[in-house]
């Protein structure tokens, strides 16, 4: 079974639809959606109808909570609450109850999915070094979790950072964001993995920046929210 893992798209259509036309020129069984479909971005209801109808597994992330509930956005930063409200203000009715009906995490055949960390996954906990990861063992029986939430790639054992994945072991994989990069690399991060042959590629894409950000411009978000997207952070 080959998998293709997306995660953090927060409404950057650009983004979404360069990482799917990769993914079908290299076709797999199933895409999963480890969430934060909307959230910083200009299109979260393309955003949200594409992963609707592209994305097998589809989990709720903290963005996606916080525009069904606001409330959660208190503990944000003032350029991701902006972002909250912005997207509340826009999204259909439809795919608000669909963010609303995602849960917090799946699992399918001995692979778990969760947005942020295994560890009490509706507390969205930051995953972004070798510790964090060593940590969340305790949290998960089966042998691979995916998470996004940190947007850093990495793939980590109990002992720390690895290249890739054994079948020996248990694995943490970070599959990075689509739509917004934090790791100083702008191109779009998705995960490949494969079952039969036991194999993770993080894939990195270049995809049409200038437009993302001139329509987070055009719709009055904050100008930082379109230059992060130069610069991966």
């Not at 560890?119 to 998470?147: G, H, K, L, M, N």
């Not at 940190?150 to 980590?156: C, E, I, N």
């Not at 943490?172 to 494969?194: A, E």
Request: proline share 4%; hydrophobic share 35%; glycine share 6%.
């Amino acid at each position: 079974m080959r998998l293709a893992i997306v995660s953090d798209i927060h409404s950057n259509l650009e983004a979404l639809t360069s990482a799917l036309a990769l993914i079908d020129a290299d076709p797999v069984d199933h895409i999963v959606c480890l969430g934060d479909i909307v959230g910083y971005g200009a299109d979260p209801n393309d955003c949200v109808q594409i992963v609707r109808e592209r994305c097998d597994v589809v989990i709720r992330g903290n963005h996606d909570a916080a525009v069904v509930h606001t409330e959660i956005s208190r503990s944000f930063t003032s350029y991701a609450r902006i972002g909250v409200f912005w997207t509340r203000s826009h999204i259909s009715e439809e795919n608000l109850a669909f963010l609303e009906s995602l849960p917090l995490q799946r699992t399918l055949n001995d692979l778990l999915f969760v947005h942020a960390s295994p560890c009490e996954p509706d507390q969205w906990r930051y995953i972004v070094d070798e510790s964090d990861a060593r940590q969340t063992f305790q949290c998960f029986s089966e042998r691979v979790c995916f998470i996004g939430h940190s947007h850093f790639p990495g793939v980590y054992d109990q002992h720390g950072r690895i290249l890739s994945p054994s079948r020996n072991g248990r694995t943490l994989i970070n599959v990075g964001s689509v739509g917004q990069p934090r790791d100083h690399d702008p191109r779009l991060s998705y995960g490949m993995f494969d079952t039969e042959d036991w194999t993770y590629r993080n894939i990195r894409a270049e995809y049409d920046i200038d437009t993302a950000a001139r329509k987070i411009l055009r719709a009055e978000l904050p100008r930082a929210l379109a230059n992060r997207l130069y610069i991966g952070t």
